[in-house]
């Protein structure tokens, strides 16, 4: 969905996290003149019938599709196909059940120090709503995308790194092959102008790039290997070196002692 179609619109925003706060100071700055609602389960146990009222719904990651009633899912929208619709920089989307923290931050690391105008967003902790606001054709956005974000997305990034498919959120969705599709729209809307980086030793990864249209790069590695091999084909395919060291992030395979 493109910004001006917004303008005439009345907006929901369902969710009120760290995303749905973004989204809110976002429209907020684009329409400051337009009346924004906003339900939450924190605060409205009846925070679903609200969606009947209006046009468009912006959904928060954590809301699961398959308790949204019927009527209402062909007016849901999220803040990642928004922002994915109207950035004019390129997207480096990363993605797979573990280790995509890491190597979201190793990407990011490596494209800063390349002397790129990278940003780090996403689900590593940074909305992305508002960073359109001062967006430049020259950003490089490092994207941490989670299954929830993915799920209806529409559109793949130019850069898509997809690291390993588990059981997990079984929850969330109706089904484990729910969840691997909402991971295949990482490259399922990619062209021949986009690439694919790919775990090769998993087998539903490699299924998925069996059917990618992009120009497809297969690593492979356990754990650090993984996450290190991809910030390398990231580093060759903007051409910047790669780092010889990358700092960890915080609680990923941190000795806490000996006992």
């Known amino acids: 969905m493109l910004l001006n179609e917004l303008a005439d619109k009345k907006i929901l925003i369902l969710g009120f996290g760290r995303e749905g706060k973004d989204t809110l100071l976002f429209l907020k700055k684009l329409f400051p003149k337009k009346e924004i609602g906003v339900t939450d389960q924190k605060f409205d146990k009846n925070y679903l019938e609200k969606l009947k009222d209006y046009d468009v719904i912006i959904k928060s990651p954590g809301i699961p599709f398959k308790i949204l009633p019927k009527s209402a899912l062909n007016k849901i929208t ?36 390349g002397g790129l105008k ?29 299954s929830f974000q993915l799920t209806n997305l529409k559109k793949s990034p130019h850069v898509a790194v997809l690291l390993n498919i588990y059981p997990e959120h079984l929850d969330y969705y109706r089904s484990f092959n729910e969840y691997v599709n909402a991971k295949a729209n990482i490259t399922k809307y990619q062209t021949k102008q986009d690439y694919l980086i790919y775990n090769a030793q998993d087998p539903r990864v490699k299924n998925i790039a069996l059917k990618s249209k992009a120009r497809k790069i297969p690593i492979r590695g356990k754990y650090y290997e993984l996450n290190r091999a991809a910030a390398k084909a990231v580093a060759k395919i903007f051409r910047v070196p790669t780092l010889k060291k ?12 000996k006992f």
Do not use: M
């Not at 390129?90 to 797979?96: A, D, L, N, Q, S």
């Open 78 to 113: 999220t803040q990642t196909k928004i922002f994915f619709d109207n950035c004019p920089g390129k997207i480096v989307g990363i993605t797979g059940t573990k280790g995509k923290s890491t190597t979201s931050y190793w990407i990011y690391q490596t494209l800063k120090s």
């Open 118 to 146: 990278a940003r780090l967003v996403g689900n590593i902790g940074q909305p992305v709503l508002t960073s359109l606001l001062k967006v430049k054709k020259n950003n490089v956005f490092v994207y941490e995308l989670s």
């Open 246 to 257: 990358f700092a960890v992030l915080p609680h990923r395979l941190e000795l806490v002692g």
